[in-house]
C-alpha cells in the first residue's frame, strides 16, 4: 500500500513517535498500545518475528521495565523524514564483566497518526576491561520469546532477585532453584547468562557470593577467618573460593588480607 509520504507529513510524525517514545519510558503500556494501527507490522528481526496488533500487548508488557531505571541511552536524536522516523539507542544488560549492552535502531512509519510499521533490529556488543568489542550471537531459536529489552529487563530481575532473597547463601542452589523463584524458565537463564553475558550459572552465583564475602571484609565487627565466610557465603568449597577470589582481585585471600592490614597502618 502507497503512503502519502511527503515533508507535510513529517511534524505530524515527530509528535506521535516524541508520545510513543515518552510512553515506553513511563512504562504506560495501555499509552504504547493506543499508538498502534490497528494494521501494525512489527518486524522484531532479532527474533525474526513479525507481530500484529492482537500479539502486541503482551510481547510490550513483557518488554516494558518492571522497575524504573532500566539503562536505556539514546545514541542519536529521533529523526524523522516524512512518515518515516528513526530511532537509535543502547540497552545495557546488568551482571556482565565490562560493558554488556544491545545496539538497537527502529525505523517507524505512521499512517493516519498512527504506528503502521516498527522495523527493530538490534547487535550484541560486549566490551571487556580491555576496550576489546565483540558482536554477539543471534538468538539460539526464537522459541524463547525474549528481544533486547526483554534480556535486559530479565537481567534486571534476577540481579535484585539476588540482591534482595539472597539465594547464592544456599551452597546448593541450583539453576532450577532460581527459574522457579524467578518465573523464568531454565533456557531463558541460561541463554541470558551464556549466551549474552559470557558466563555459566555457577560462575554467576559465585560473583554474587564473592561480592557478599568482599562486603564482610569491609565490617570491620567481623571477625571470623576468610575460609568461614567463604562458606557462609555459599562457596561449597575452598577450592572454588580461592578461584574465583584471585579471578576478582588478582591475589589470594591472604595476600589480599595483607594488603588491607597494610593500608590500614598507612
Known sequence: ????????????????????????????????????????????????????????????????????????????????????????????????????????????????????????????????????VSSGPRPATSRLGLSPRQLSTMAQDLEHYFQRQRPYLDPELDLQQVADASGYSRNQISYLLNQVLGQSFYRYVNQARLQHLMASLDDDSVEAPIDDLAFNAGFNSLSAFYKCFREHTGLTPKAYLKQISLRART
Not at 511527503?6 to 513517535?17: C, E, F, G, I, S
Not at 538497537?104 to 510499521?117: C, H, P, R, Y
Open 1 to 132: 500500500m502507497t503512503l502519502l509520504d511527503t515533508p507535510a507529513q513529517t511534524p505530524l510524525t515527530a509528535d506521535t513517535v516524541l508520545r510513543y517514545h515518552l510512553c515506553w519510558k513511563h512504562r504506560d503500556l495501555d499509552g504504547v498500545i493506543a499508538l498502534y494501527h490497528p494494521d501494525i507490522q512489527y518486524h522484531d528481526f532479532f527474533q525474526n518475528r513479525v507481530l500484529g496488533y492482537r500479539e502486541l500487548r503482551d510481547y510490550v508488557r513483557a518488554c516494558l521495565p518492571h522497575e524504573a531505571g532500566e539503562d536505556i541511552v539514546h545514541s542519536d536524536r529521533i529523526r524523522v523524514d516524512g512518515c518515516t522516523a528513526f530511532i537509535q539507542y543502547q540497552v545495557t544488560v546488568q551482571g556482565g564483566d565490562g560493558l554488556v549492552a544491545f545496539q538497537s535502531s527502529e525505523a517507524i512509519t505512521v499512517k493516519d497518526g498512527l504506528i503502521w510499521q516498527v522495523n527493530e533490529y538490534a547487535t550484541l556488543v560486549r566490551q571487556n576491561g580491555n576496550g576489546l
